[in-house]
């Protein structure tokens, strides 16, 4: 529909997806048993397919919705069901050519329909076919095509524009959906609101210095403010991108395994059940592993940390210059690795946790990771923060067992020489910026150009390998067509990209989040630093999409999902860290190095309670107030339902009930009044006598008898008021 | 409708409302024109009229909804409405006669529209009739009457019943309304909730004593259920009885005065304006109201708490005896003068801000008086656990200043006797009893006994007075048809009594809770004393209702309003008090006299921040357990939208769009493909050459053509397989 395919050397040939089918080298007959399978269930919904060699024994099946009346019935039976639930204010226009004119189709919404058609279970009128999962083992992905045109274009716009407005983001939407351009509108929003920090920052540093209170206030209220407008600016976005609600619409898992099926008692339906207490039971893992995460990664960083203090700072001995690395080392050989099988762990035990829908099964996830990064990212400067320096005194003599330890080594009797230790105030400092500047760097580095380092490498070794083997080379592209070649090449290529998880983007920004909320009063140009990574993290980001990872299936969102629980944790932890750090380093006039405790832990404390409560008044105030605030999307919305009422209303009213219901004048009051009555008399004279009710209503027949009778009781009564008066 | 008016002595005549219209003495034709208008204005909108006298200078205008057609057409237009803005699930059907079978029209909705049929202003269809307020000041009240045979068996019911349940909450929504229904509603929820502390509570007094953490935890988890299960409970009726949203459907304040009309941007309608920025500026004087009623209230308890520990605890001297009720007296006379002042104030500042709707209007005004409230229940207690017993020692020395006031107004030298001082552990305990029990009992008589007694009091002296001026008397009743003279004289009782607010018994439950919540650490026994007290209340208060107030107008309510984030502050709160409390006065083995700030300031702050954190998760992990609930509510709820959907999904798929969309087989999916193939050829051959992108997809004519292809692949690699294992 909307699709503008050109055609030439960049076209997708209005390929719709490609089906990576991985032929297994065990058995053919299995493997074209499944292909058949695979080919039918999909040309049963309605596709168009064709097949291709793959390269590296698999094959492409291409498909696309065969015709445009297939499309638009989906296109309005997904529209309909959104009014169902509420996402869309109005029904869709039966009249379907004005219809499809006036709202069209966007490359989007087709591809998210057309990926429905394919995934979804057989009796929901789907082909059912799951990747890699069961029945559907060899299916490796099913994957929309780059356009590359487009993303030419995109990069190039992106990488000379200094700011990324609204039509940037609505671009995305209509080519990835609502679920990545939510990413890139949050990051566009919390660029923007970083330039304050930023500014203010430079000023604090130059003015103020580290550890100043006002720097922690405003940084609090920022937060606040940023948090709040986020959640406003979400519910903004979704109206304005009419997906407000769609998290209603669940998508059902397919791993979901069922205990038994129940009938619903509410619509009768027949519904797959598991039991809430099973998963309750499972979900409680959740605890003993975000301890697990603790004491791992918790341990191995304590473990390091008392290892370098040692080393730095205590021994002195032989090798130092050397021995300085060993803590780096270990925590890079051990700490991606611990994550990783965490990560995996973590994966393992939501899987368990058995959700019915995506929704359910991936903010499950994301708690989990946000816990482990929570650990990894953050347990380092906490402990600088608030074990190494207050405590440092008490704790460093224990450093002693390392000692020990290295004493059993040497030869020599005499004790390894270690120089009297002090507590390092800068190390808090040195920390914040090495995660604040050089991780993010570091970051940037193994996100973006490694693995585009790593697959142009594997990439050349592959063709010199194919080269050696020249007669398989052959033989997989003799069967290409001329006009094709460019295409099929570009495709497989593409096959054997990653998957874009827009959760690793997302947990970035939330992690980097946390550090300007919790410890920018250590470095107050934190922020800065994190305008300048924002901006290029943009482009990077939109590079990734675009060049080392598959076009992402454009699914549908309605917010941030479960970030936005951690945005809101992390600010909040922010007003209690910003606190304590003020409180426990300000002081750094008279040393920080006594222990704090015993001199002022009950004023730590107030400071901490203070601050906590100032900063949940204030955040009560803040949603108070841009709840208040008007927004285009709420404007429209606004829009839409009054528009969508008064039609109604007018329909419904139109009927014959409404006639002569008000307003027929005071003649008319009495004529109804008089008619009642009469048909009352008519009741009286059949019945007999009428009954004291109707008595009642007789005395005064119509408005002007009251009137009448108001009146001559208005002058007795001041007749009587006037008689009483000269009484007296 | 369904109202079942039984004729007799006790009969209701069928009147829906009374207008009570005071005749101004001043003018007598201003009068007439009045009344004429005010009867005319009635008329206008389809009431019958009837008038009588009302005794003392005053008129009663009777009315009721002169056709069943012009009830019906409103019953019709307010069920539309609700179906528009969400709060029913279905459009009223509409056949008109079955549908009104199916949802007959309550007493509580034909008085509920009547009055908004005399309120509502002109333009909107109404009779524009707003009491005591501007061109109507002669409108004393408009009040529906009493059905004395229901009030008559509702209290004798409810004085012989253990324990009321949801039918009786039913019958009271029926007849006065949801906005009532929803104070008994909650009044029963949290009878029902008081039975366990009050057994647990017994239990702890009788085994833990007093102060103990235990019973602090278990009292606070409970007043997160608490609070948390009523938040459900409020939903789940709201659906039940069909008013879910009706907060949505915003009542206009007639007392609202716009500066300007503007255009609404978004629907075109003229909208009414009232700055924003003006409002906030007049909403922030409420910071003031409450400084200074903190100021007032909170001098006027210290000052007599003062001078009742100098002359209890401190002085010595001649008229002690006398003087211990100094305080007593003091508090007697002046507090409530002043919270009758400071009520007013707050009135005055609402009226000021100058609210659109009638919700924001009581919304704001409940914030002030829980406010005030809070300060006048609470502070005593808080200023005996908080300053009295730990800083006693210091202070008390301060209260020399009486003792040298006193020393003037003696004659003699010598100085006056005083014993020593000692900090008094038991007050607290005193205290708390005091405003659990004494308070309650006293507040019990205030509210019911005396206003009872006042009213027969002065029933009793007017009769006297009116026997003694018999002749007036006669002239009054004279015009009494003697069958209506029972009525008659019943609705003169009736315009004379109070209207019944619900705010007050709602706030007198929710300080009552904050006992509970805040102090009942310090004498377990609380509950049980509420648990009586509240057996009593309802009975008092549906008493109150049916004997000493005008019955209600059936306003609609979706909830207890605003008096829900009180409780919730009271129950977050609860668990930063009862912290305290039990640090402070659990020691009292060793004494509690000693100043805590020195020894252990920060172990308290720490037990304050642990317990509020706590709090704070434990309220998380309940909401969400609760909220995965299920309750008949929801559940009508999801049955009625399923219908629904059901429904307008059949009509609208029934129409042509969605034939042939999906499962054709096999077969079919390759008709659809070689139907359009060969639409596309013909395409081809009528432009020419075919484009790169219909090339593409001929190479495979259909499905079975990709499944040959496909095998064929598949067998190569296999063979190519088989040749490289071969090789190696």
Wanted: glycine share 6%.
């Amino acid at each position: 529909m909307a699709k503008d395919s050109k055609p030439g050397r960049r076209s997708n040939f209005d390929v719709d997806y490609v089906i990576h089918y991985k032929i297994p080298t065990t058995d053919a007959g299995e493997a074209e048993a499944a292909f058949i399978e695979l080919v039918k269930a999909v040309a049963d919904v309605g596709f168009a397919t064709e097949v291709r060699n793959g390269g590296k024994s698999s094959l492409l099946v291409f498909v696309k919705i065969a015709s445009d009346k297939l499309l638009t019935t989906q296109v309005y039976k997904y529209r309909i069901q959104d009014w169902l639930y509420g996402v869309r204010a109005s029904a869709p226009n039966q009249d379907l050519t004005k219809y499809f004119e006036d709202e069209p189709v966007s490359e989007a919404e087709r591809l998210r329909l057309a990926y429905l058609l394919i995934t979804k279970p057989k009796n929901e009128g789907g082909a059912g076919i799951t990747p890699k999962v069961g029945h559907w083992k060899y299916v490796a992905s099913i994957f929309p095509l780059h356009d590359h045109d487009f993303n030419r274009q995109w990069i190039k716009q992106w990488s000379t524009k200094y700011y990324l407005d609204n039509d940037d983001i609505t671009e995305i939407r209509d080519r990835f959906g609502e679920r990545v351009a939510f990413y890139f509108a949050f990051l566009q929003s919390y660029f923007a609101f970083l330039l304050f920090p930023a500014a203010f920052g430079l000023g604090a540093w130059l003015l103020l210095g580290q550890f100043s209170w006002f720097y922690a206030l405003v940084n609090c209220l920022w937060s606040v403010i940023f948090f709040e407008h986020w959640k406003m600016k979400e519910v903004d976005l979704a109206v304005q991108w009419g997906v407000r609600g769609v998290s209603k619409i669940q998508l059902p898992r397919p791993q979901f395994h069922f205990e038994r099926e129940a009938e619903d008692p509410v619509t009768g339906e027949i519904v797959k059940v598991y039991s809430p207490m099973k998963r309750l039971a499972r979900q409680l893992l959740t605890v003993p592993f975000a301890l697990a995460c603790f004491v791992v990664l918790g341990g191995l960083i304590v473990s390091c940390f008392a290892i370098e203090i040692f080393i730095t700072e205590v021994y002195n001995g032989p090798f130092k210059q050397y021995l300085t690395f060993l803590p780096t080392i270990l925590l890079t050989v051990f700490m991606p690795t611990l994550q990783t099988l965490l990560t995996k762990l973590a994966e393992r035990l939501t899987e368990i946790e058995n959700y019915e829908t995506v929704d359910g099964h991936q903010a499950s996830l994301v708690e989990k990771i946000f816990v482990l990064n929570f650990i990894t990212s953050y347990s380092p400067i906490f402990l600088t923060a608030f074990i190494y320096v207050p405590f440092g005194k008490i704790l460093v003599p224990y450093l002693n067992v390392f000692q020990v330890t290295a004493q059993k080594f040497t030869t020599e009797g005499k004790p390894l020489p270690t120089k009297s230790w002090e507590i390092n105030p800068d190390r808090l400092t040195k920390q914040v910026i090495y995660f604040t500047v050089t991780a993010q760097i570091v970051n940037f580095v193994t996100e973006v150009i490694v693995p585009y380092a790593k697959r142009k490498l594997f990439k050349a070794v592959e063709e010199v390998q194919a080269e050696m083997s020249a007669e398989k080379q052959s033989e997989l592209h003799v069967r290409d067509v001329p006009e094709e070649h460019e295409f099929l090449k570009r495709v497989r290529d593409e096959a054997e990209l990653d998957v874009y998880d827009v959760t690793v983007d997302y947990r970035e920004m939330v992690i980097q989040f946390g550090y300007l909320s919790l410890f920018s009063v250590v470095w107050p140009l934190t922020a800065c630093s994190f305008l300048i990574n924002n901006w290029v993290e943009a482009r990077s980001d939109a590079m990734k999409i675009a060049i080392s990872s598959q076009r992402p299936i454009p699914w549908r969102a309605d917010s941030i999902g479960p970030w936005l629980n951690s945005l809101g944790f992390l600010s909040w932890l922010g007003s209690v860290t910003s606190a304590a750090i003020v409180f426990l380093f300000n002081k750094s006039k008279h040393g920080p190095d006594g222990s704090p405790w015993d001199i002022s832990g009950w004023a730590l404390l107030l400071s901490i309670l203070v601050a906590e409560h100032v900063y949940l008044v204030v955040q009560l105030l803040v949603r108070g107030a841009i709840r208040k605030m008007d927004s285009p999307g709420l404007q429209k919305e606004r829009a839409e339902r009054f528009t969508m009422r008064k039609q109604l209303l007018e329909q419904m009213l139109d009927q014959d009930v409404t006639d002569k219901s008000h307003g027929p004048g005071m003649s008319g009051g009495e004529k109804i009044t008089r008619a009642t009555l009469e048909e009352e008399a008519r009741q009286i004279s059949i019945k007999g006598n009428g009954s004291p009710d109707d008595l009642f209503w007789q005395r005064q027949r119509g408005a002007s008898e009251t009137i009448q009778i108001g009146r001559s009781l208005i002058s007795e009564q001041a007749a009587a008021n006037q008689t009483k008066a000269k009484k007296k």
